[in-house]
């Protein structure tokens, strides 16, 4: 039965035309981050936990800003969702991420998505398909001259073992995709089906390191509950997930470079990845307003599950001396994390905490309960703007950090997202499924913003390490400490709501330190930092039919 049932999911899998996603795209019209607002001021059902995502419309109905003219009432059928225009434009090198269907390209970019929803009894149907074009141009990646020494570095510690591509081609990109679509059986608390959705894990809001909207939506099977379930010691979110993850097609810069008479670019499978997860949130009784929870997730190559029969592994195996299989063919993440909010201060607070890689065993894990980890840690207060209970200073600060600790001197965990069975690394056509500043990065962001309502103006300050462990690796035999690639940053934001039409957009300027880790020497022996300056702007329009 197993088999027959693993069968069934990779058949279902294999098929290209076929339904997909469902509900709105996470973050449309700023409708969570809204709602998570209004929570900590005591406005909203404080058993919503804000941790899986997409969060079911029907939580919303009630005085929802997004109401599409009232068209989701109880007796509607059918109701034709939001059109929603998106541009992004990037002057020189990437600099984005949490965009779902936008690519990490250099240039413009447009993202076009509108469809209808209908639902016959316990039945849910959402066709919501994206038309994405990327103008993708050419901008300058790791640098060309770097020399053998540096290059075998970079793909022996990287490139062999993770699909985030330098470049997706030399020319526009023109794609007609399923975007937030699905279909869906609503039982009770409780939906069941497929879809091809962005999904978000965790209680951040600029990052999440397991589960986040960085990539383009995978198709999956899903069971999650539509409300948090009550029970008699408190409230319960879940969701179980089966998904199909794929290579981006894209193989790595210099991929036909000789070292030592073979080839640098060791190709990978070109079978797809069996992705298993599950995310779980519970509420105490006795404490409101404090959330935690956890996730998992297990992915392997199709052809391993099916020669295994190991279609739930989220659910096994915790640790590896658990292993039922002599060798290890699949790669697991993992966390624990938790939010609380005080509606006295209208504030809270959230962490998150993940490791890349399973202990051995209990003893192991108490040993060294910081290899392979990742931290994740958020603050957030509100405060009221002229003494009005209307109108608020929002103050963000999101501090992610995923770079290796001091304990890779003896016990190397690899890098963030990487692992050395699934060389396809914990991605979707090419981009990180989790935190998007990507492998070993860490971050700090610092937002300040005006909030009134739907309506935001604000600023954020950011500084963004790049794969720090990388770093390490390409530089640490020749001791030097001063190659660092930071990305220092400022962004201007701003979205308003004028009756059935929404106008938001971003602009901001970065300044990279030591670009892609470089920096020269001049003819007088002094060090010249090798700096780049880039922009970047989005501007958005949604209108509520």
Known sequence: MPRIILSLFLWLFSLKTIFAQGQLAI??????????????????????????????????????????????????????????????????????????TFLPVSGYQQLVSGGIAAKFGPLNIQINPEFHFAQNLEYEGFPLDGGTTLWSIYYGRQL?????????????????????????????????????????????????????????????????????????????????????????????????????????????????????????????????????????????????????????????NLFRDNDKFDDIVRDQLASLFFRYFWTSTKSEFYFEFSRNDTSIDFRDFFLEPGHAAAYLVGFSKLF????????????????????????????????????????????????ILGAGIGPSANAQTINVNWVSKMNKIGIQLERYVHNNDLYIDLFKHIGNYRRHWIDISAFATGSWQFDDLIIGGKFGVIKSLNYQYQYYTTPSFQVGFVDKYNFTASFDLIYLF
Do not use: C
Not at 233 to 260: C, T, W
Not at 294 to 308: C, D, G, I, L, P
Not at 406 to 419: E, P
């Open 27 to 100: 973050g449309s019209a700023g409708i969570e981050d809204f709602y998570r607002r209004q929570q900590v001021l005591g406005r909203f059902d404080s058993t919503v936990s804000f941790m899986i995502r997409p969060i079911s419309n029907n939580i919303f109905k009630s005085n929802n800003p997004y109401s599409f003219n009232d068209s989701t009432s109880k007796k509607s059928k059918l109701i034709v969702l939001p059109l929603i225009s998106q541009s992004i434009y990037t002057h020189k090198q990437p600099y984005s991420w949490n965009d779902g």
């Open 160 to 316: 062999n073992y993770i699909d985030t591509p330098e470049s997706f081609g030399n020319e526009p990109i023109h794609k007609l995709k399923w975007g937030q679509s699905s279909v869906k059986l609503e039982l009770g608390p409780v939906s069941a089906g497929w879809s091809n959705q962005n999904i978000y894990w965790g209680p951040g809001k600029k990052n999440a390191l397991v589960m986040s909207n960085n990539a383009t939506g995978f198709q999956h099977l899903t069971l999650n509950t539509n409300k948090a379930i009550k029970t008699p010691i408190g409230h319960f979110e879940a969701q179980v997930i089966a998904g199909k993850l794929e290579g981006s097609g894209y193989d790595p810069p210099r991929a036909n470079m000789v070292v030592n008479g073979q080839f640098i670019y060791r190709p990978r499978s070109d079978d797809w990845r069996y992705l298993s997860g599950i995310a779980m949130t519970y509420q105490p009784k006795w404490i409101p307003r404090l959330s935690l929870g956890f996730t998992r997730v297990v992915q392997q190559y199709s052809e391993t599950a099916k020669e295994n029969n190991d279609y739930l592994p989220a659910f096994s």
């Open 384 to 431: 009221n703007f002229k003494g009005s209970n209307k109108e608020f200073i929002e103050f963000d600060l999101e501090w992610t950090i995923l770079q290796q600790g001091s304990g890779r001197i003896i016990r190397d965990a690899s890098t963030f997202y990487i692992h050395s069975r699934v060389r396809h690394g914990y991605t979707h056509k090419g981009e």
